[in-house]
T-cell receptor
Framework: DAGVIQSPRHEVTEMGQEVTLRCKPI?????LFWYRQTMMRGLELLIY????????DSGMPEDRFSAKMPNASFSTLKIQPSEPRDSAVYFC???????????FGPGTRLTVT | KNQVEQSPQSLIILEGKNCTLQ??????????LRWYKQDTGRGPVSLTI?????NTKSNGRYTATLDADTKQSSLHITASQLSDSASYIC??????????????FGKGTKLSVKP
């Protein structure tokens, strides 16, 4: 298995632009998680899905952030409009719902100038 | 307030030596505690997961302990190797109806193993 796949690996954009991050979970996993990591705040859970349904989005910082999971093999995290404080590494992880082990992707490093 | 505190913030040891990383938490109700290893520029990788009834779990040279009474956990690394250089993150899950989303993360301990 290729593991969790994220794209792009790096994104540099200007303030105010829309940013879309993509994730393909491990085949067969039915839970998907989006995280953000910064030096100041460490890792933070933004939202997670179970069987393509958002279960907990209490970590989504603002209405500028939205996430979708149209099918079991694809999810997006969108920031519109982006701001410099959104600069961070965004991780996607997946797991089989009945276990606790999560498998992380390589992350997308977002820089908003 | 649910919190996870890790110590030390950073640690430098010589190759071959042992070390212990600490994690104290104030998470309630407790579900499980996880240790992750994160190499620079990569995603975290799970090392151990312990539930309330488990007080020790090993994964190769990594041994995690859990004291649910004092709400403390430690990660012991035996005979360290250069490849152990990474950040180690303690994560505690609060138990709300089996939801996996109630995760409280520590800031991590950055370990550097020198030759």
């Amino acid at each position: 298995d290729a593991g969790v796949i994220q794209s792009p690996r790096h994104e540099v954009t200007e303030m105010g632009q829309e940013v879309t991050l993509r994730c393909k979970p491990i085949s067969g996993h039915n839970s998907l998680f989006w995280y953000r990591q910064t030096m100041m705040r460490g890792l933070e859970l933004l939202i997670y899905f179970n069987n393509n349904v958002p279960i907990d989005d209490s970590g989504m910082p603002e209405d500028r952030f939205s996430a979708k999971m149209p099918n079991a093999s694809f999810s997006t995290l969108k920031i519109q409009p982006s701001e410099p404080r959104d600069s961070a590494v965004y991780f996607c992880a997946s797991s089989w719902a009945d276990t606790y082990e999560q498998y992380f992707g390589p992350g997308t490093r977002l820089t908003v100038t | 307030k649910n919190q996870v505190e890790q110590s030390p913030q950073s640690l430098i040891i010589l190759e071959g030596k042992n070390c212990t990383l600490q994690c104290n938490y104030t998470v309630s109700p407790f579900s499980n505690l996880r240790w992750y290893k994160q190499d620079t520029g990569r995603g975290p990788v799970s090392l151990t997961i312990m539930t309330f009834s488990e007080n020790t779990k090993s994964n190769g040279r990594y041994t995690a302990t859990l004291d649910a009474d004092t709400k403390q956990s430690s990660l012991h690394i035996t005979a360290s190797q250069l490849s152990d250089s990474a950040s180690y993150i303690c994560v505690v899950s609060a138990n709300y109806g089996g939801s996996q989303g109630n995760l409280i993360f520590g800031k991590g301990t950055k370990l550097s193993v020198k030759p």
